[in-house]
Nanobody, 123 residues
Framework: QVQLVESGGGLVQAGGSLRLSCAAS????????MGWFRQAPGKEREFVAA????????YYADSVKGRFTISRDNAKNTVYLQMNSLKPEDTAVYYC????????????????WGQGTQVTVSS
């Protein structure tokens, strides 16, 4: 089992920045990649970004490319999502997830999930 704990959400004005953190514990050696997803009220959960645990490859949704950056610190078993130039449409609950598989953009491919952290961007 892998446990994931997110932190760093909050309320920010449009154009501002936030950094989310996701600390992993347990059988982290089994992780192939980590991802961030988000879910806004009344909408389906959507892919935001992912990073391979053992390499440097990163992947982004078109809606956040150039504004968000995913990174990791393997020594701390932590993944970060730096969010810049935030927009009201970025408002959602953000979830950290871990997968043992290589399909990184699909939520159903992820095995472990954090509890989520709220990000609210005011206009």
């Amino acid at each position: 089992q892998v446990q994931l704990v997110e932190s760093g959400g909050g309320l920010v004005q449009a154009g501002g920045s936030l950094r989310l953190s996701c600390a992993a514990s347990g059988r982290t050696f089994s992780i192939y990649a980590m991802g961030w997803f988000r879910q806004a009220p009344g909408k389906e959960r959507e892919f935001v970004a992912a990073i391979r645990w053992g390499g440097s490859s990163t992947y982004y949704a078109d809606s956040v490319k150039g504004r968000f950056t995913i990174s990791r610190d393997n020594a701390k078993n932590t993944v970060y999502l730096q969010m810049n130039s935030l927009k009201p449409e970025d408002t959602a609950v953000y979830y950290c997830a871990a997968t043992r598989r290589s399909s990184l953009r699909y939520s159903e491919e992820y095995d472990y999930w954090g509890q989520g952290t709220q990000v609210t961007v005011s206009s």
